[in-house]
Every structure is written in structure tokens, then in C-alpha cells.
């Protein structure tokens, strides 16, 4: 039998593909079941089923099997065929699993369930076999059951941080799923070599094998099911904690998860080097779950303004030593998982081959951890649906955590009572351990995160703050006097609000499109509701008997009456908000609208790139009417010029017709049509001079047809020399979701890049005065973003010139006014 060393390659290799397939698998689903959050949650659960299964039923064979290696080796490439046929399936599986709900209702879930559950069965088998394949004597069941589980830790750690690093970003998803399943087939390679040298020892017997567990291991098993449901449900909290002090990049969830991996793996290796040593197994393993509790929820009632600190403090080093602002931000990340799930995780990993060792018979090797894996994944995925759909939204965070860190220490406390009758000192530490979490839980206050967001969030006022199952929405008054205004913070993330600037881009965002359009506009259809201020324009245009809002989160159409400006959109019947993503919406409808505009969060967040991608547009264009137009906002500051780029390419694929405007100085509008889209003077004068349309627009500085026009940038033909060259952003590849960090103050670069293209608007009709009022209007629009791109270099004295200028020419243009502090 090959060494120690090709052992730890293959199950390091097996753990790689595993969690490659995971990630990659998650991203997938989210577009073909939708990403509301029960959707994903029983997909997901889909996936770790199948592991549960697997572990249970493959298990049960493994310890009659002469020569495990070869079953092993089977297995690997069993999930490397199936690991690309899933992941290819996945690829074009989003219609057929949509007409399937269409007819047969919740049956339509089979699909994904057989797509993800079958390699997920095959995957569930290889760590029992794995396992099984390695002769021990007795009483060693914890040192190599827990070597085994943290190199396959290991590996699943480079798996994560593999796939969001190297993988997705240079091979596409579909790449990624062939670059796993060559990783399976080495795995496999290895253990077909492995399993030319065939165990020592003989085949079990059947009689042996179907021996009932003891009532010991039957207990032990029973609290580490509970256990690994209380392990999931922290997971849940920390995925809605952990967000103020990162950002919604797949890198910082990628970094967090690797992390959470780590203390896992780590815990199971140190606790491996010094099983032979504890004599009180039981004693250890139930104070090793129930610290972890403790730990958890004293990290989260701790947390404050001083984790922020030392991740700036870390994040400097890292630059000065790298020189790299992508390696700044994740250090800062790493720093961040490291004070919130790190210690716990290291606890829990610990308890995994302390558990074994109470578990595993001599002759039930392979079976035993069957059950043990099977039952700790349903004992995960019954946590996680708990905690996430019934805990959070009827207690909160706070108080969640506080019940998952009790029973912690309840399943602590039974299983030191269950060790030695003696150990006073251990049975004292559990229970002590248990009363401090009751007292942590007590002493926190059920809003601590709520208060922690203004902290991190750089301070003003908490509005209204609600935890769901989805994550938490938060309204915070923010800024000084006359520029005091709401900002939205989803998942602790800023999503605008309804200050000046945004008021202006957001109402642009209906209202231009709807002027441009050819004829009378019915129907009209906003993805993302936000600050309802996009959506609430809708109300305002008159000719509309059709307005339709697609919103992810309940919480956030809740929060729309505390901002300004949207007309009571959240309230308003002739409004209707469907609770579903925007893809979704437009996959479950065969609504046809006049126009389709999205205002998502920026392209570079996690699981948002797909309403930019070229696909994405193609489904959109199958719901636009005749001389339908697509109008999507185009954030410059949020991503480098060659992401943007890349997005303008994936525009330009799919809509003939394509124009870009400028809405407010940090954002653009795309408009596009399938037909050709004329700018008619008439036409747009006569949309202008409705009273309610231009009663809003005048209150974002828009007070004339003439200042309308002169956010004209370019046509198609300007849009092409910009995005020439650049791939194009599809759901095969996500590309900005995984570019680099954005540079510094990279709005002066791409701002510059894009006014560049600017021409003369392609009018129809009008007459002198109108063109003269345009060339002013024009004129002074760039004279301001000018003033704003002075700031951002630190030349107040240019900015003091050119914002002067602006002002001196349109002194009553409330847009202007609001940049240096006037009302």
C-alpha cells in the first residue's frame, strides 16, 4: 500500500472537487429555482440529502467490502460523470423547471433534487469508505477519523477559495465543473493504485456488520445530530452578522466559508494528535459543544467598533507589504471571520473524532460513520430550516443565538453526565459554561445588531431595523441639516436611499425611458423596489394602467414608507409588488410590458451579476411589447472601467438599438429597444408637460425638455468603440462578480472614459430655442461633473471655480444647490 503522504492526496483532492461542486452548484440553482429564499434553502437542501443519504446507505456496505480502495475509486469517477452532467443539465434546466411548477406544481422540485442529489449520494459515501479502508486498532477510531476528516477539510478549503479565485473567474461555470471532475478522477487514479495492496485484514461478517449499536454510541449519535443542527443554525446568524464588517463579494463569502472550514479541520487535527491521551471522552466531547455555544454568542454580544479597527489595522499591513488593494480588503475580510467564526468552528471540529470515538465499533467501522455523517447533515440541514424560517423572524438574531448556545450547553451537560460518575471538576465546567450562556443571553440586548449597524455603518440614526429568514433591512437617518436623508442598508450593505442624488438617478430611471418610447406606454415593470422611488415614479406617469414591481424581500417594500419621494409606493394598489426575484418573474409571466427598467444592486455583489448578464437581457427582450424599451442603471463607481466595459458589451448583444445617458454624476441609464428608437421632440415635450411627470422631475433640477436631453450621452455607435474588445458578461461567465477589487477613486478613470463618447442627440423636430437651451444646459450639466471629479482629485480650488460657474448659471436648480449643502 502506498504511504501516508498519497492518502491525504486523494482525500485532499476528493475535498477540493466536493466543495467546488458545492459553490458552484448553489450559484446554479439560484437561477433555475430563483433566489427567494426558501427556493435556495430547499435546493440547497437538496444537495446535503443527497450527502446524507449516501453516507447512510453506501456506509452500510462498506465494512463487507475486501477492498474498499477500488469502491472508492469507483465513486470518484461516478462523481466525476456525474458532477458534469449536473452541472451542464443545470445549465439549461431554469425553463423546463419553470413550465414544470406551471403544470405539476411542487413536483416540479423532483428535477432539481435528482440533478444535484444523485453526485451528492455518490459524495456522501466516500468518507465512510475512505475511512473504512484504513486498518485500526482499537481505540484509534478518534486519532484517524479525525485526520481524515480534517485533511478532506483541508481541501474543501481550497476547494472554496479555488473556485471564487481561479476557477469561476478563468473557466467559466461550466469549465469549473470539468476542472472538479478532474480532480475526482485524480482522486480516483490514486485509490485505484492504493487499492493494489488489499487490507490486512479479512471481510466482515454480515452478522457482525448488522449488529445493533450500543446504547452509548446510540446517545452519542443523538447529540451530535443535535449538535451539528445547532453548528447550521450559527452559520445562519453569522451569514447576517458577519455582513457589517465585509462587503457582499463572492470573495468575502468565500474567505468567511474558508475560514468556518478551517476551525473545522483544525480542531479535528488537534484533537486527532491527542485522542489517546483523554480519558474522559464523553466529558470532553460534551464541554467541546457546549463552549462552542458559549463562545458564539459572546463573540456577537461583543462585537463593536474595535473589530473594525483591527481589521483597518491589518488591512494596512497587508499593503504595505503587498501593495495591493485586493489584498488589503481581504485580509480585512480574513480578519472579520476570524473574530466571529473561528473559535467556535475550532470547537466544534474537535468534537467530530471526539464523537467517533464514542460511536465507531471495531468491526462497524464503515457503517458507523455512515450514520454518524448522515445523521449530523439532517441534523444540520432540520437546524438550518429551524433557525432561519421559524427562530430569526419571531425572536431575532440575538435571542436565536442565545436558544442555540443554551441547547448547546444542555446537550453539553448530558454528555458529561454520561462520562465518568467521578469527573466533579468536568461536570462543574459544563454546567458553569451553561449558566454563562444563559447570563450572555439575559445581558444582550435584542437589538445589539441593530446598534452595531450605525456604529459600523459611520454613525445616525436607527429608523427602522427587521431580521427575516432573508437577512436584515435597516433605515438610517443619515447626513447633517438641509442634506439629512434615509439610507437603506440590506444585509448591512448600503442600497441608496432618498437623498438628492438618488432621488434624481432613480426617478430618470422610469421616467426617461417612458418619454423615449414610441407612442403611449401602458405597461411598465421596475425589478427591485429599494427605496420604491423608481417604482413610485410609475404612479406619477398617467398613461400607465399597468405598473408591476418584482422585489426579493418583504422587508424592504415595509421599509418604503420611511423614504421621501416615492409617492407611497409600498402602499399604493395601483401598484402591484410581486414577491420574487426579477429573473424569476420574468420566467413565471408571460407579461409583456411597454418597458422594463432594473435597478438592482451593483453587478460585482454576490448573486446579482446574472441580472446584467447577456442572457438575462435575452429573456427580458421576449417580454417587451412592439417598440418595447429595456432601460437598466450602469453604477461607475462600483466597478473597474474593463467591468464596465464588459457589461456595455453584453447590452450591445442583445438590443439593436442602444443609448446611453447620464442620470446623476456617480450613475448612467442604458436604453434599449429591439425596435429603432426615436428621439422625437414633439413627443418627448408633450410626456414632459404632464403636470405630475414634470412636477418630479422639476424636483431633481429636470425643469425642461431641453435639460432632459442634455443627459444624452451616445448612440450604439459610441458604445461600441467604448465596449470594443470586451467579452461580454454572460451566466456562463459571471465575470464582475469575480474581477479584481475596485481601485481607488476609479469613478475619475471611467466618468472621463464615458463623457468622452458624448454626441449630439439625434433629434427629431424642435426649433433654435430649444437647441440653444440644450447647448446650455449640456454645457453646464459637464461643468458640474467636472466640479465633482475636481473633489475626487482634492483640487477644492477647481472645485470651487467650476461649482461656482454651475451655481452663477442655474442658481434655483435644486440638484446643484444640494452638492454644497443648500436646500
Same mark, same amino acid.
Request: glycine fraction near 10%.
Given at each position: 500500500?502506498?504511504?501516508?503522504?498519497?492518502?491525504?492526496?486523494?482525500?485532499?483532492?476528493?475535498?477540493?472537487?466536493?466543495?467546488?461542486?458545492?459553490?458552484?452548484?448553489?450559484?446554479?440553482?439560484?437561477?433555475?429555482?430563483?433566489?427567494?429564499?426558501?427556493?435556495?434553502?430547499?435546493?440547497?437542501?437538496?444537495?446535503?440529502?443527497?450527502?446524507?443519504?449516501?453516507?447512510?446507505?453506501?456506509?452500510?456496505?462498506?465494512?463487507?467490502?475486501?477492498?474498499?480502495?477500488?469502491?472508492?475509486?469507483?465513486?470518484?469517477?461516478?462523481?466525476?460523470?456525474?458532477?458534469?452532467?449536473?452541472?451542464?443539465?443545470?445549465?439549461?434546466?431554469?425553463?423546463?423547471?419553470?413550465?414544470?411548477?406551471?403544470?405539476?406544481?411542487?413536483?416540479?422540485?423532483?428535477?432539481?433534487?435528482?440533478?444535484?442529489?444523485?453526485?451528492?449520494?455518490?459524495?456522501?459515501?466516500?468518507?465512510?469508505?475512505?475511512?473504512?479502508?484504513?486498518?485500526?486498532?482499537?481505540?484509534?477510531?478518534?486519532?484517524?477519523?479525525?485526520?481524515?476528516?480534517?485533511?478532506?477539510?483541508?481541501?474543501?478549503?481550497?476547494? #472554496?477559495?479555488?473556485?471564487?479565485?481561479?476557477?469561476?473567474?478563468?473557466?467559466?461555470?461550466?469549465?469549473?465543473?470539468?476542472?472538479?471532475?478532474?480532480?475526482?478522477?485524480?482522486?480516483?487514479?490514486?485509490?485505484?493504485?492504493?487499492?493494489?495492496? %488489499?487490507?490486512?485484514?479479512?471481510?466482515?461478517?454480515?452478522?457482525?456488520?448488522?449488529?445493533?449499536?450500543?446504547?452509548?454510541?446510540?446517545?452519542?449519535?443523538?447529540?451530535?445530530?443535535?449538535?451539528?443542527?445547532?453548528?447550521?443554525?450559527?452559520?445562519?446568524?453569522?451569514?447576517?452578522? @458577519?455582513?457589517?464588517?465585509?462587503?457582499?463579494?463572492?470573495?468575502?463569502?468565500?474567505?468567511?466559508?474558508?475560514?468556518?472550514?478551517?476551525?473545522?479541520?483544525?480542531?479535528?487535527?488537534?484533537?486527532?494528535?491527542?485522542?489517546?491521551? #483523554?480519558?474522559?471522552?464523553?466529558?470532553?466531547?460534551?464541554?467541546?459543544?457546549?463552549?462552542?455555544?458559549?463562545?458564539?454568542?459572546?463573540? @456577537?454580544?461583543?462585537?463593536?467598533?474595535?473589530?473594525?479597527?483591527?481589521?483597518?489595522?491589518?488591512?494596512?499591513?497587508?499593503?504595505?507589504?503587498?501593495?495591493?488593494?485586493?489584498?488589503?480588503?481581504?485580509?480585512?475580510?480574513?480578519?472579520?471571520?476570524?473574530?466571529?467564526?473561528?473559535?467556535?468552528?475550532?470547537?466544534?471540529?474537535?468534537?467530530? &473524532?471526539?464523537?467517533?470515538?464514542?460511536?465507531?465499533?471495531?468491526?462497524?467501522?464503515?457503517?458507523?460513520?455512515?450514520?454518524?455523517?448522515?445523521?449530523?447533515?439532517?441534523?444540520?440541514?432540520?437546524?438550518?430550516?429551524?433557525?432561519?424560517?421559524?427562530?430569526?423572524?419571531?425572536? $431575532?438574531?440575538?435571542?436565536?443565538?442565545?436558544?442555540?448556545?443554551?441547547?448547546?450547553?444542555?446537550?453539553?451537560?448530558?454528555?458529561?453526565?454520561?462520562?465518568?460518575?467521578?469527573?466533579?471538576?468536568?461536570?462543574?465546567?459544563?454546567?458553569?459554561?451553561?449558566?454563562?450562556?444563559?447570563? #450572555?443571553?439575559?445581558?444582550?440586548?435584542?437589538?445589539?445588531?441593530?446598534?452595531?449597524?450605525?456604529?459600523?455603518?459611520?454613525?445616525?440614526?436607527?429608523?427602522?431595523?427587521?431580521?427575516?429568514?432573508?437577512?436584515?433591512?435597516?433605515?438610517?437617518?443619515?447626513?447633517?441639516?438641509?442634506?439629512?436623508?434615509?439610507?437603506?442598508?440590506?444585509?448591512?450593505?448600503?442600497?441608496? $436611499?432618498?437623498?438628492?442624488?438618488?432621488?434624481?438617478?432613480?426617478?430618470?430611471?422610469?421616467?426617461?425611458?417612458?418619454?423615449?418610447?414610441?407612442?403611449?406606454?401602458?405597461?411598465?415593470?421596475?425589478?427591485?423596489?429599494?427605496?420604491?422611488?423608481?417604482?413610485?415614479?410609475?404612479?406619477?406617469?398617467?398613461?400607465?394602467?399597468?405598473?408591476?414591481?418584482?422585489?426579493?424581500?418583504?422587508?424592504?417594500?415595509?421599509?418604503?414608507?420611511?423614504?421621501?419621494?416615492?409617492?407611497?409606493?409600498?402602499?399604493?394598489?395601483?401598484?402591484?409588488?410581486?414577491?420574487?426575484?426579477?429573473?424569476?418573474?420574468?420566467?413565471?409571466?408571460?407579461?409583456?410590458?411597454?418597458?422594463?427598467?432594473?435597478?438592482? &444592486?451593483?453587478?460585482?455583489?454576490?448573486?446579482?451579476?446574472?441580472?446584467?448578464?447577456?442572457?438575462?437581457?435575452?429573456?427580458?427582450?421576449?417580454?417587451?411589447?412592439?417598440?418595447?424599451?429595456?432601460?437598466?442603471?450602469? %453604477?461607475?463607481?462600483?466597478?473597474?472601467?474593463?467591468?464596465?466595459?464588459?457589461?456595455?458589451?453584453?447590452?450591445?448583444?442583445?438590443?439593436?438599438?442602444?443609448?446611453?445617458?447620464?442620470?446623476?454624476?456617480?450613475?448612467?441609464?442604458?436604453?434599449?429597444?429591439?425596435?429603432?428608437?426615436?428621439?422625437?421632440?414633439?413627443? @418627448?415635450?408633450?410626456?414632459?408637460?404632464?403636470?405630475?411627470?414634470?412636477?418630479?422631475?422639476?424636483?431633481?433640477?429636470?425643469?425642461?425638455?431641453?435639460?432632459?436631453?442634455?443627459?444624452?450621452?451616445?448612440?450604439?455607435?459610441?458604445?461600441?468603440?467604448?465596449?470594443?474588445?470586451?467579452?461580454?458578461?454572460?451566466?456562463?461567465?459571471?465575470?464582475?462578480?469575480?474581477?479584481?477589487?475596485?481601485?481607488?477613486?476609479?469613478?475619475?478613470?471611467?466618468?472621463?472614459?464615458?463623457?468622452?463618447?458624448?454626441?449630439?442627440?439625434?433629434?427629431?423636430?424642435?426649433?433654435?430655442?430649444?437647441?440653444?437651451?440644450?447647448?446650455?444646459?449640456?454645457?453646464?450639466?459637464?461643468?458640474?461633473?467636472?466640479?465633482?471629479?475636481?473633489?475626487?482629485?482634492?483640487?477644492?480650488?477647481?472645485?470651487?471655480?467650476?461649482?461656482?460657474?454651475?451655481?452663477?448659471?442655474?442658481?434655483?436648480? %435644486?440638484?446643484?444647490?444640494?452638492?454644497?449643502?443648500?436646500?
Amino acid at each position: 500500500m502506498l504511504g501516508t503522504s498519497a492518502f491525504a492526496a486523494l482525500l485532499f483532492c476528493s475535498g477540493v472537487a466536493a466543495l467546488v461542486y458545492q459553490v458552484l452548484w448553489i450559484k446554479q440553482l439560484s437561477l433555475v429555482v430563483g433566489v427567494e429564499v426558501y427556493s435556495i434553502s430547499i435546493a440547497v437542501s437538496a444537495f446535503f440529502a443527497g450527502l446524507a443519504l449516501g453516507g447512510f446507505l453506501i456506509a452500510r456496505r462498506a465494512d463487507r467490502l475486501k477492498n474498499p480502495l477500488f469502491t472508492y475509486a469507483l465513486l470518484e469517477a461516478g462523481i466525476a460523470l456525474l458532477g458534469v452532467t449536473a452541472t451542464l443539465l443545470l445549465g439549461h434546466a431554469a425553463p423546463l423547471f419553470t413550465a414544470m411548477q406551471a403544470h405539476v406544481g411542487l413536483l416540479a422540485w423532483i428535477l432539481p433534487f435528482l440533478i444535484v442529489g444523485f453526485p451528492a449520494f455518490l459524495m456522501g459515501g466516500t468518507l465512510p469508505i475512505a475511512l473504512c479502508s484504513r486498518s485500526m486498532a482499537s481505540g484509534a477510531a478518534a486519532r484517524t477519523g479525525g485526520l481524515i476528516y480534517a485533511m478532506n477539510t483541508f481541501g474543501g478549503i481550497a476547494g #472554496i477559495l479555488a473556485c471564487s479565485f481561479i476557477f469561476l473567474p478563468q473557466f467559466g461555470v461550466i469549465g469549473t465543473g470539468f476542472a472538479a471532475a478532474s480532480l475526482n478522477l485524480i482522486a480516483a487514479v490514486i485509490a485505484l493504485v492504493m487499492s493494489r495492496t %488489499p487490507r490486512n485484514t479479512s471481510a466482515i461478517s454480515p452478522s457482525i456488520q448488522q449488529s445493533d449499536l450500543p446504547r452509548q454510541a446510540t446517545l452519542a449519535i443523538v447529540l451530535y445530530s443535535l449538535a451539528g443542527g445547532i453548528a447550521l443554525g450559527y452559520e445562519v446568524i453569522w451569514s447576517q452578522a @458577519i455582513v457589517q464588517f465585509i462587503t457582499t463579494r463572492s470573495f468575502a463569502f468565500s474567505i468567511v466559508l474558508a475560514t468556518y472550514l478551517a476551525g473545522l479541520a483544525l480542531g479535528s487535527w488537534l484533537y486527532a494528535r491527542y485522542a489517546d491521551k #483523554i480519558t474522559n471522552p464523553w466529558g470532553t466531547f460534551g464541554l467541546l459543544i457546549a463552549a462552542a455555544g458559549m463562545v458564539a454568542l459572546l463573540e @456577537i454580544a461583543c462585537l463593536g467598533i474595535w473589530q473594525l479597527r483591527i481589521q483597518a489595522t491589518i488591512g494596512e499591513l497587508a499593503f504595505s507589504i503587498f501593495g495591493n488593494q485586493f489584498a488589503r480588503m481581504c485580509s480585512r475580510f480574513l480578519v472579520a471571520a476570524i473574530g466571529i467564526v473561528f473559535l467556535p468552528t475550532l470547537l466544534l471540529g474537535a468534537a467530530f &473524532p471526539a464523537a467517533l470515538r464514542l460511536i465507531l465499533g471495531k468491526n462497524r467501522i464503515g457503517r458507523d460513520i455512515g450514520i454518524v455523517l448522515a445523521l449530523n447533515t439532517a441534523g444540520g440541514i432540520a437546524g438550518t430550516l429551524l433557525t432561519g424560517f421559524i427562530l430569526v423572524p419571531k425572536l $431575532g438574531l440575538v435571542r436565536t443565538l442565545g436558544i442555540l448556545a443554551i441547547s448547546a450547553g444542555a446537550v453539553g451537560v448530558i454528555a458529561v453526565l454520561r462520562g465518568l460518575r467521578d469527573d466533579k471538576r468536568m461536570t462543574w465546567m459544563a454546567i458553569t459554561i451553561s449558566v454563562a450562556a444563559l447570563v #450572555i443571553v439575559i445581558v444582550t440586548p435584542t437589538d445589539r445588531l441593530a446598534r452595531l449597524l450605525t456604529t459600523t455603518r459611520g454613525g445616525g440614526k436607527l429608523i427602522s431595523y427587521e431580521e427575516s429568514e432573508a437577512g436584515t433591512v435597516a433605515v438610517v437617518q443619515q447626513g447633517t441639516g438641509t442634506n439629512s436623508f434615509n439610507r437603506l442598508y440590506v444585509h448591512g450593505i448600503s442600497n441608496s $436611499g432618498d437623498a438628492m442624488p438618488s432621488l434624481r438617478y432613480m426617478r430618470l430611471q422610469a421616467f426617461l425611458p417612458l418619454m423615449l418610447h414610441n407612442g403611449i406606454s401602458h405597461s411598465a415593470l421596475v425589478v427591485g423596489f429599494g427605496t420604491g422611488i423608481t417604482a413610485g415614479a410609475l404612479l406619477e406617469y398617467p398613461h400607465l394602467s399597468r405598473r408591476v414591481c418584482a422585489e426579493l424581500l418583504p422587508a424592504v417594500v415595509s421599509a418604503g414608507k420611511f423614504f421621501r419621494g416615492n409617492f407611497g409606493a409600498s402602499h399604493n394598489p395601483e401598484l402591484q409588488i410581486r414577491i420574487r426575484d426579477g429573473r424569476r418573474e420574468l420566467m413565471r409571466s408571460a407579461d409583456r410590458y411597454d418597458l422594463i427598467t432594473l435597478e438592482p &444592486p451593483p453587478p460585482s455583489a454576490a448573486g446579482v451579476v446574472n441580472l446584467y448578464s447577456r442572457d438575462f437581457y435575452q429573456l427580458a427582450a421576449k417580454r417587451l411589447e412592439p417598440n418595447g424599451i429595456f432601460a437598466q442603471w450602469l %453604477p461607475i463607481a462600483t466597478q473597474n472601467d474593463e467591468d464596465t466595459r464588459s457589461l456595455v458589451r453584453s447590452f450591445l448583444d442583445v438590443f439593436p438599438t442602444a443609448t446611453l445617458w447620464t442620470t446623476e454624476l456617480h450613475e448612467m441609464l442604458l436604453i434599449g429597444s429591439l425596435a429603432p428608437m426615436e428621439l422625437n421632440v414633439d413627443n @418627448i415635450s408633450q410626456n414632459f408637460e404632464q403636470p405630475s411627470v414634470k412636477a418630479a422631475l422639476e424636483e431633481v433640477g429636470i425643469s425642461s425638455p431641453a435639460a432632459l436631453l442634455a443627459t444624452w450621452v451616445t448612440g450604439r455607435e459610441g458604445l461600441e468603440h467604448y465596449a470594443d474588445g470586451a467579452p461580454p458578461v454572460t451566466d456562463n461567465r459571471p465575470r464582475i462578480e469575480y474581477s479584481s477589487w475596485v481601485r481607488p477613486d476609479e469613478i475619475s478613470r471611467v466618468l472621463p472614459e464615458l463623457l468622452a463618447l458624448r454626441t449630439e442627440p439625434p433629434l427629431i423636430g424642435g426649433n433654435f430655442v430649444l437647441s440653444s437651451s440644450l447647448s446650455i444646459e449640456r454645457e453646464n450639466l459637464m461643468t458640474f461633473y467636472s466640479a465633482g471629479l475636481d473633489a475626487y482629485k482634492g483640487d477644492r480650488q477647481a472645485w470651487a471655480h467650476d461649482i461656482g460657474d454651475v451655481l452663477k448659471k442655474d442658481p434655483t436648480n %435644486p440638484y446643484y444647490r444640494w452638492s454644497v449643502g443648500e436646500k
